[in-house]
């Protein structure tokens, strides 16, 4: 069947949804909302394109594609220290600071590309990640990985458990010593980080340079599948995949011949519409942490 | 706490709206110099291009050329309609990131009565008329979406923001003359009439911003449905159990805003910039920065009048800046640390309850 | 070791726009049981955040068993030995009982991760020890009030502490609960626990304690043996002046039947049945009090009757007419008056002036019409300052103050100021007079009172059994969504309804 040929595409196209999602997943249930993560994810990756086409003109060889990575993750992460500060100890309006940080990425990633390459795009390298024998990527790897480990730590470990606490009741949690605000940034740094590393992850996959479009609105989708994944990790997993292969359906579709006649537009519209169709559906009850966007007031109880 | 006559300058401008929306506008324009310098280019090139798109140049004969003067308020007009398109909802308690998709939708609706229908006198009319219902559609979905099964308008406007980019190439691909980069020309009677100065873009689009920015103010302040509008964004609850409507004020402000923004579209498709139609690859952004200009301009009218200006200064200068050097995309990065530092305003509030503390706790003391 | 487990020694403490804690000096003998109390508003609770480590004072120090601490946060509170039974608990929902008395302190195994069973064990042993009844495994969204109370007293036991302050421990109980919290202090003490008693509740500070200190307005007034003491002297020590417990009230008038309510069934948010046929009748001119413990269903009944929550069965006449399925506006034109629990969630726009909250409900109608059919809102002001004037309300800037601004019992006063102008006959009010000072209170009983002679008429839920028994001609116990009794002024005593709001839909008597 032609399907299973096209399950290495598909699952590389789900990676950095997922990555961003388990992200954006740590940082809900610390209690904060973090809109940011599509800007974030714009300058992980512009970052990681810069360096990784500067490394290998400079003859540094593959490894440099994990520090590439590495660096991206590290951008990202440093960005969102912006929002953590707003969101918990300036207790900004979280939606507000979020675009603002999407509003800058867009611009200070294109800034960096012109200053760098006098252009508004990044420049390609010549050899990205390839796949190995199983056809598939390194970033299907990285994101299962990313997968497991998120759900140890948070469930598993004393970590996870202050920081679950912080965002259900963050009163709670301080009344028994638990640093709140300590958490919280921790829930907003591994989001960033993990942004900036999936936003790595699609500009060394799925195409060869940095450019204003390259994100598309995929953080937000992450975003939604978080919601629509009930902020658990394999509910979050499964949003992912399904909004990930509706993304995907774009890609493989002219390798199906009753597919390619369809407008490609109309595989563009896919993700957004069923990404929008799964919010209505869940709209009833309310599986959000309890805490989750309100800041928290030390003294209120 | 009588304290008023005891506030010190510090203090006043705390207190003041206007002020923190000045100076945060300062602040951006601060860190965006820095940034200039430390990539070693001239600062003064970058404050070269903003000024001479408020003030215009010199003709080489003699004379002034008002040409940049014009371009700049051309911009200006779909700034202030996206600031208006953000500033509505924002006021009934919800957040309109959609006003990039909303503008998409009325661009492409004039962009079809355009063309698929022969040209008649005053068509342009029409054109900018659908452009604001499809707008209003577009908006008013989110908005019902949002009162009725309360799915976020933040992830919603978003995914409609994207539909409507894909959605516009499906339906522009179906006109006339249609390529894969654009379609036939615009027939004459669509394009709006220049205005003042005639070198540049700037229109007669222009009354119709000023009806948007008068029926706005009108709006709010003097009509029920801006009280209940502003009822609703204040405390929803005790909206609804003192039996307002919240659905009736999120949705119409919803398709109000998506009004706004669709008219932004149709005015910039029919400005003069686009002698032929156009079949979009992206987004122009004017939704976006939109969301800056209402939070500078603190959602009210003469805010997002100002603020939409001040935006449309920016934009102007964009090609000046690319021809001394300067990256465009500096003052993207400027509007965005303006988004970010407005988002802290919040944080003044704090600095301000820890500064009344503490006077509280010396008064106290001394007291005793 | 000093006779003293705790001493706060002149103990001064501010907040923006008020002195809570003025001077204040609590000394509580080693293992003894101490009544801290005051109404509403004395500084009872942020003198006990602060030995909590939740606040520190601006002046004053504290010693605890004779040494001189520092609380810094209630971390080192949990070093030195003490622990709080929170009033609102600080349980998160979709913990287990476990997990919850573990936060922070967790068992875990030689990898630094979670032991969860070791943990279960330990929280079973607790419970033993104590008589503390409680199922490890059980989420807290699924356990009862009274448990998740024992779930936070287990918190402070794991912690080894030898100070347990409870704050108003009882409102959320009860009277079956209340007297087992009691034997639960009891034990406590025999253990060499001490415990400190934040209420307002005279009956359980005689039940308990052995000493009480009172504070009034932020001051330390005094304290006394309690055994030596009566609940009038306790109660005019607290508000300091005789306190006059009961309200001047005129003899009942009932009109003709005005509100209807028969077989009502309520689902609240979640779809969890609150309401179960429920049926009540309400004549002109009467006070009918609900009374019951929180959470049996007061609140969704209300919002039934508002209109807020949908009906599921039954029906709801208001003067003969069928208000069951009516939007909250028609029920509002009907002359349904609603006053409610929650006064700044549902009650007030803090944002808007005076003027503009006093039109909420009739802002649309012609008379604040301007030119050209705009809204002329200096009409809103000559109704807000009218309101003003006649309700005593105190504002800084007359009819254009923000209703935020405004202190806790002006604001109820603005609400009901209100309702009143729009005439209703049925007017809903729940917990009029919570966390009001006593002038406000006064004033605002006195005006409900006002409007029952008027021809208006009143439901009234309230959770504190001394207003209803005061201001009620009728009253009606709910249990679990039903109305369990309901009985005429002076057939039936305090402790009789108390033990109805605790019985489970037994002996059911409508009013008819």
């Known amino acids: ?110 800034f960096i590309a012109q200053i760098l390459f006098h252009s508004d795009r990044t420049r390609e390298y010549k050899l990205g990640m390839l796949p190995d024998k199983l056809g598939l990527y390194p970033t299907v790897y990285i994101s299962l990985m990313v997968v497991i480990i998120g759900w140890y730590v948070l469930f598993k470990t004393p970590f996870g458990m202050h920081l679950r606490a912080c965002g259900e009741h963050p009163a709670a949690a301080d009344s028994v010593g638990i640093n709140v605000r300590k958490m919280r940034y921790a829930g907003v740094l591994i989001s960033g980080a993990l942004a900036g590393l999936s936003g790595g992850c699609i500009v060394l996959t799925q195409t060869i340079q940095y450019t204003s479009g390259t994100i598309g609105g995929r953080g937000f989708i992450a975003l939604a599948a978080v919601s629509f994944g009930r902020w658990t990790p394999l509910g979050v997993t499964g949003a992912a995949i399904l909004f990930g292969g509706m993304q995907a359906m774009g890609v493989i579709a002219t390798s199906f011949p009753f597919l390619s006649h369809i407008q490609s537009e109309y595989f563009n519209i896919l993700p957004y519409a069923v990404t929008l169709i799964a919010l209505i559906l869940t709209s009833g009850r309310d599986y959000a942490p309890q805490a989750n966007g309100i800041p928290y007031e030390k003294g209120a109880s | 706490m009588q304290n008023e006559n005891n506030d010190s300058f510090v203090d006043r401008i705390l207190e003041s709206e206007v002020m923190t929306s000045i100076l945060v506008v300062i602040l951006g324009f601060l860190c965006g110099t820095l940034i200039i310098i430390a ?47 953000m500033g509505l909802p924002a006021r009934v308690g919800l957040f309109n990131i959609g006003a990039e998709g909303q503008y998409i939708m009325g661009m492409t609706a004039a962009q079809s009565v355009a063309l698929w229908m022969s040209p008649f006198g005053g068509q342009w009319i029409l054109c900018l008329l659908v452009a604001v219902l499809a707008g209003a559609i577009w908006g008013g979905i989110v908005g019902v979406l949002k009162a009725k099964y309360n799915v976020s308008e933040v992830v919603a406007t978003i995914m409609m923001n994207y539909i409507a980019l894909y959605g516009s190439r499906l339906i522009c691909f179906t006109q006339p003359g249609a390529t894969t980069y654009n379609t036939a020309a615009l027939p004459q009677t669509v394009l709006l009439d220049k205005f003042l100065i005639k070198t540049s873009n700037f229109n007669i689009g222009v009354f119709f911003v000023l009806i948007a920015v008068l029926s706005y103010w009108f709006v709010m302040n003097k009509t029920r449905l801006g009280y209940m509008m502003r009822a609703t964004g204040y405390n929803k609850n005790t909206a609804k159990c003192c039996g ?65 200006l001040l935006f449309g200064v920016l934009k102007q200068s964009q090609s000046l800046m690319q021809g001394r050097n300067i990256p465009k995309e500096i003052t993207y990065i400027i509007q965005g640390l303006i988004v970010i530092f407005i988002s802290l305003r919040s944080g003044l509030v704090l600095y301000k309850q820890y500064r009344n503390k503490k006077k509280l706790k010396k008064e106290v003391l001394a007291n005793k | 070791m ?85 009033q609102h608990f600080k349980l998160v929902h979709n913990y287990t009982v476990t997990e919850n008395i573990v936060l922070g302190r967790e068992p875990r195994n030689r990898f630094g991760m979670l032991n969860l069973s070791i943990a279960e064990k330990k929280v079973q042993a607790l419970s033993d020890a104590y008589g503390l009844k409680v199922d490890p495994k059980a989420k807290i969204d699924d356990i009862t009030v009274g448990q998740q109370q024992r779930v936070e007293i287990l918190k402070t036991l794991y912690s080894n502490s030898q100070i347990i302050i409870f704050d108003e421990p009882t409102a959320v109980l009860t009277p079956q609960e209340v007297d087992e919290l009691m034997e639960i202090i009891r034990k406590l003490k025999a253990e060499g626990k001490t415990i400190v008693l934040i209420t307002h509740k005279l009956k359980e500070i005689k039940a308990v304690s052995d000493q ?29 002046r005789a306190v006059k417990f009961k309200t001047q009230k005129n003899p009942v008038h009932l009109g003709k039947k005005v ?66 399925h009516m939007t909250v506006l028609q029920r509002i034109e009907k002359g349904l008056g609603y006053v409610p629990e929650d006064r700044q969630k549902y009650g007030l726009i803090k944002e808007f002036s005076l003027s503009e909250n006093a039109v909420l409900k009739d802002f649309y109608k012609p008379q604040y019409n301007g030119k050209f059919h705009t809204l002329d809102q200096s009409k809103f002001k000559d109704i807000a300052t009218e309101e003003i004037k006649e309700f005593d309300i105190r504002t800084a800037l007359g009819a254009d103050t923000q209703a935020g601004s405004l202190s806790g019992g002006n604001q109820q006063k603005a609400i009901i100021a209100r309702e009143v102008s729009l005439n209703p006959h049925v007017l809903l009010v729940a917990q009029p007079t919570r966390g009001l000072d006593v002038g406000a209170i006064e004033f605002i009983r006195n005006r409900l009172l006002q409007e029952r002679d008027k021809g208006t008429a009143i439901i009234l839920v309230s959770f504190e059994l001394d207003e209803i028994m005061n201001l009620c001609d009728t009253i009606a116990t709910i249990s679990n969504g039903q109305i369990v009794g309901v009985f005429k002024e002076g057939e039936v005593s305090e402790e009789q309804i108390g033990l109805m709001m605790a019985s489970s839909g037994k002996g059911e008597n409508d009013a008819k």
């Not at chain 1, 950095?16 to 714009?42: C, D, K, Q, Y």
């Open chain 3, 212 to 240: 009480c200190s009172v504070l009034r307005r932020g001051k330390y007034i005094g304290t006394v043996q309690v055994a030596d003491v009566s609940e009038e002297d306790l109660a005019s020590m607290m508000v300091g």
């Open chain 3, 2 to 86: 000093s006779e003293y487990a705790i001493e706060m020694l002149g103990i001064t403490k501010t907040f923006p726009g008020i002195i809570a804690n003025d001077n204040v000096t609590l000394q509580v003998k080693n293992n003894e049981v101490h009544a801290l109390l005051g109404e509403n508003g004395a500084g009872k609770s942020t003198l006990m955040s602060i030995l909590f480590g939740a606040y520190s004072p601006d002046a004053g120090k504290i010693k605890i068993f004779g040494n001189e601490v520092n609380i810094k946060n209630p971390t080192v509170a949990t070093t030195l030995g003490i622990g709080m039974v929170h």
């Open chain 2, 39 to 85: 990539v070693g280019k001239n600062p003064s090139d970058m404050f070269g291009s903003i000024f001479d798109s408020m003030i215009g140049i010199p003709k080489r004969k003699g004379g002034w050329n008002y040409r940049y003067i014009g371009e700049t308020l051309a911009y200006s007009m779909p700034f202030i309609l996206c600031g208006l398109s």
């Open chain 3, 259 to 324: 509100l209807d309510l028969q077989h009502l069934s309520i689902l609240d948010q979640n779809g969890n049945p609150k309401i179960k046929d429920l049926s009540l009748e309400l004549r002109a001119g009467e006070i009918l009090g609900i009374a019951g413990v929180d959470g049996n269903g007061q609140s969704e009944l209300l919002m039934g009757l508002c209109g807020l929550l949908p009906v599921q069965e039954g029906t709801i006449s208001l003067n003969g007419v069928d208000i069951t």
């Open chain 1, 1 to 110: 069947m032609n399907i299973i040929h096209q399950i290495p595409t598909i699952l590389m196209i789900i990676a950095p949804i997922l990555i961003t999602a388990i992200g954006g997943m740590f940082t809900e249930r610390s209690g904060v909302v973090n809109i940011a993560l599509e800007g974030l994810m714009g300058l992980g990756a512009c970052t990681t394109a810069c360096c990784y086409t500067l490394m290998e003109g400079a003859g540094y060889g593959r490894y440099s594609l994990v520090i590439a990575l590495l660096f991206g993750a590290f951008i990202g992460c440093l960005f969102s220290v912006i929002h953590a500060t707003a969101a918990i100890d300036l207790k900004a309006d979280q939606t507000i600071s979020g675009t603002g940080i999407n509003l800058l990425a867009d611009g200070l990633t294109i």
């Open chain 2, 244 to 308: 307002i409507s919240t659905i009736k004020s999120i949705t119409t402000s919803m398709a109000m805003a998506g009004a706004f923004a669709g008219l932004a579209g149709a005015l910039v498709l029919l400005g003069g910039a686009f002698p032929i139609g156009r079949i979009i690859t992206g987004m122009d952004n004017y939704g976006f920065m939109g969301i800056a200009v209402s939070l500078v301009g603190n959602n009210t009218a003469i805010g997002n009048l100002l603020a939409g």
